[in-house]
């Protein structure tokens, strides 16, 4: 993934994580995520979400990002990452989240800051593709 979409991302730019149900369906869910060149590493308090036990039975996924900026054509400039999740068994969640907080709410956020609140799990996201529109792909 392209330094500038790194950096974007971890700016604090929603993603939508599309996972496969049982049945082959999509499953989509917002979540916060931090990159790196060749993964994305999720945070979860909960193993008992839906999304979770997607991902433990087929870790294929797909993860969608907005720029927030219109293109000349009139539309969002966006990035698409395709790759294999992995629950990870280390906890980390709680930390991670925490962590992102600083990003997606505000720099002196203090978002499940609490040890009391659990450790959580961490899913890493292996990249397989990386696609899209925008700059920030250069």
């Not at 499953?27 to 060749?38: K, Q």
């Not at 400039?77 to 969640?93: K, Q, T, W």
Request: proline share 4%.
């Amino acid at each position: 993934m392209p330094a500038k979409a790194v950096d974007a991302i971890n700016g604090g730019l929603l993603a939508h994580l599309v996972t496969i149900d049982p049945d082959g369906s999509p499953y989509v869910r917002c979540v916060w995520t931090y990159a790196e060149v060749d993964s994305l590493m999720i945070g979860s308090m909960s193993l008992d979400k839906r999304y979770i036990r997607n991902l433990q039975r087929d870790p294929r996924v797909s993860i969608s990002y907005e720029s927030g900026v219109i293109d000349d054509h009139g539309l969002a400039e966006y990035l698409v990452a395709e790759g294999h999740a992995e629950v990870l068994g280390d906890g980390g969640g709680r930390v991670l989240l925490n962590r992102l907080g600083a990003a997606y709410i505000g720099p002196d956020a203090d978002f499940l800051a609490d040890p009391a609140v659990g450790e959580g799990h961490r899913i890493r996201v292996r990249l397989t593709k990386v696609t899209g529109v925008g700059a920030w792909l250069a």
